[in-house]
C-alpha cells in the first residue's frame, strides 16, 4: 500500500479515537447499525479501501484494508465483505469476553 494512502487511512483513524470522523469516512453498505465505516482512498488509478468499526467500548478496531481489485464497478467483492464479517464478529465475541 502506497505511504500517501497509509497516511490518509492512519489519519482516519487517529481522528476515530479521538472521537471525530475524517470527511471521507462513510458507513459500510451492509452493516447498518455495526458502526462500521469505510474509507475509500483513489491512488495512481487504484483504489485502496479501510473498514473498521467505532462502536465497542470506544475503541477503534480495523477489521481490513485492502486494494480493490475489480475491474469493474464499485461494489465491494464477497469474499472481502465475508472477511469483513468473520472479523466484526471476532471483535464482538472479544468485547463481550473481556466485559465478564
Known amino acids: 500500500m502506497p ?6 487511512f492512519g489519519f482516519a483513524l487517529s481522528l476515530a479515537q479521538e472521537g471525530s470522523k475524517h ?6 453498505k ?4 455495526a458502526g462500521v465505516l469505510e474509507v475509500v482512498e483513489d491512488y495512481d488509478s487504484d483504489t485502496y479501501r479501510a473498514v473498521y468499526s467505532v462502536k465497542f467500548d470506544a475503541m477503534v478496531y ?3 484494508c485492502f486494494q480493490k481489485k475489480s475491474t469493474s464497478g464499485i461494489k ?13 464478529k471476532a471483535v464482538q465475541a472479544h468485547v463481550e469476553s473481556n466485559r465478564r
Open 3 to 8: 505511504d500517501e494512502v497509509q497516511d490518509v
Open 23 to 28: 470527511s471521507q469516512a462513510k458507513p459500510m
Open 30 to 33: 451492509g452493516f447498518s447499525g
Open 62 to 64: 480495523v477489521l481490513h
Open 76 to 88: 465491494t467483492a464477497k469474499h472481502d465483505i465475508e472477511l469483513i464479517k468473520s472479523r466484526l
